[in-house]
């Protein structure tokens, strides 16, 4: 077996989620640094409406690409199993048939996402002041869906057999000259939001083929032309895990737009104030999204193993080092926020205060109650894994239920605050929907045997 792969059926449980986890950590945390030197580099050398701009187009932005990388995880989830259960021709052929099914799917998407940007923007009451700038950002990243697809294909395909050190060293390089292209396109060549969302796609362009030549070079890969045929059997199997997941992702996009369409309602100032944190919210669940991709490819493997015993135990150390992850971030996040916060907004802004004090308040929130974040993405990946996306979909729109009643409900109660909450009471609805699920599909796997 190559070298770099991981196989988790055997051997300590612990070891195997830090060590597969680590790397996915650092990863994700340089993949955050695209968003988040955007935003400060928008903020800061374009202004507050820029800002907003970028922050008005996230929720849609999100709803695309959470659409795109959850057929990607998917996927990798049957990648998985195949691996787990030591069927190297499977796993070629289902690879294959992967590949094919994405490239399908990136152009479908590219195609519906230009189509509705700026409808959906408009419905969303976004600012006439920032629209166009919005309305470029999409443009330039749904036109990029190709790419951004292929990237996360083949880093989901690399996770799933246990390589998280290649997607790691792809994304720091990524980071590197996307930081290096904001700098560039926004500062030099004063193409504002354009600039960076060209210089997003551009870096994930070269992490794509950073990891492609990793795919390439593995032996237990060496496909054939075969491979790349077309079965509707294979694709079926693969669209039925991947495309609860995939809508499971665009339920809470929906969530989050009509969550923005209040958020804009607020007007300019609350827009940048939310954006700011939202910048920092995907840093606050980088440890939760990489402990979830450890769990989810421990549980693939080991159900392609058969191992329900070890599964079980996988589960219990995967909530235990998610609720201990999120303690000390949350008491990063609390002590340090507002000084981490004050890097997106220039000091010669008039409404400089504001935006910080409407953004703190946001993340203090989320910062109290982070493990309840933790845990959803603990329990989410092992179902996952487990190959049971449906009751995953369906925390996705316990989800969407609760951050639209609560964003509709709570601001006409306690004012803008009510905004906040909503988050908080959409990770609640989904725990509840996942923990229950979890245990009642382990109960069943156990009374089958496996």
């Not at 998985?80 to 992967?98: P, T, Y």
């Not at 199997?237 to 929906?254: E, R």
């Not at 599964?311 to 201990?324: D, H, L, N, P, Y």
């Not at 010669?348 to 308040?361: C, D, F, H, Q, S």
Request: one cysteine or more; hydrophobic letters at 55%; a positive charge.
């Amino acid at each position: 077996m190559d070298s770099k792969l991981r196989n988790m059926t055997t051997g300590n449980i612990a070891g195997h989620l830090f060590y597969m986890a680590l790397p996915l950590m650092f990863g994700n945390i340089f993949q955050q640094m695209y968003t988040l030197c955007d935003a400060v580099i928008v903020g800061r050398g374009c202004g507050v409406n820029a800002l907003a701009a970028v922050g008005a187009a996230d929720w849609i932005n999100w709803l695309i690409f959470g659409i795109i990388s959850g057929f990607a995880q998917g996927f990798s989830i049957v990648f998985a199993q195949k691996f787990g259960a030591g069927d190297m021709k499977e796993l070629r052929k289902s690879v294959g048939n992967g590949v094919v099914t994405a490239a399908v799917l990136g152009v479908i998407i590219t195609i519906i996402s230009m189509s509705l940007a700026k409808p959906v923007l408009i419905w969303m009451d976004t600012p006439k002041l920032i629209l166009g700038d919005a309305l470029s950002y999409l443009y330039i990243f749904y036109g990029g869906s190709l790419i951004v697809m292929a990237y996360n294909f083949a880093s989901s395909l690399l996770r799933s057999l246990g390589d998280g050190k290649t997607p790691l060293i792809a994304m720091i390089i990524a980071s590197v000259i996307n930081i290096g292209l904001d700098l560039l396109f926004v500062l030099e060549f004063n193409m504002g939001v354009k600039g960076a969302a060209f210089a997003t796609i551009l870096a994930q362009l070269f992490s794509f083929v950073y990891c492609l030549i990793r795919i390439l070079r593995i032996r237990e890969l060496k496909f054939t032309r075969d491979d790349f045929r077309i079965e509707k059997r294979r694709v079926g199997a693969m669209l039925k895990i991947g495309a609860p997941v995939a809508a499971q992702n665009g339920i809470i996009g929906v969530g989050g737009i009509v969550v923005q369409t209040v958020i804009n309602g607020f007007g300019v100032t609350f827009v940048a104030g939310i954006t700011s944190t939202n910048k920092l919210y995907g840093i606050l669940e980088v440890a939760a999204v990489s402990l979830g991709y450890a769990i989810s490819t421990f549980m693939g493997q080991n159900l392609g193993a058969g191992k329900i015993d070890r599964i079980k135990k996988g589960m219990k150390v995967g909530a235990i080092m998610s609720a201990v992850v999120s303690v000390v971030i949350s008491f990063i996040v609390i002590v340090f926020g507002r000084n981490i916060l004050g890097m997106f907004v220039s000091s010669a802004e008039a409404n400089r205060a504001e935006v910080l004090n409407i953004a703190y308040n946001f993340l203090a929130v989320m910062g109290w109650t982070l493990v309840i974040l933790y845990l959803l993405h603990a329990y989410r990946s092992a179902l996952q894994g487990l190959g049971d996306t449906v009751f995953a979909m369906c925390s996705g729109f316990a989800e969407l239920v609760m951050r639209i009643a609560c964003v509709l409900i709570l601001p006409k109660f306690i004012g803008i605050w009510g905004v906040y909450w909503a988050e908080v009471a959409a990770w609640t609805g989904a725990d509840l929907i996942l923990l229950s699920s979890y245990y009642y599909k382990i109960n069943k796997l156990s009374k089958k045997g496996l």
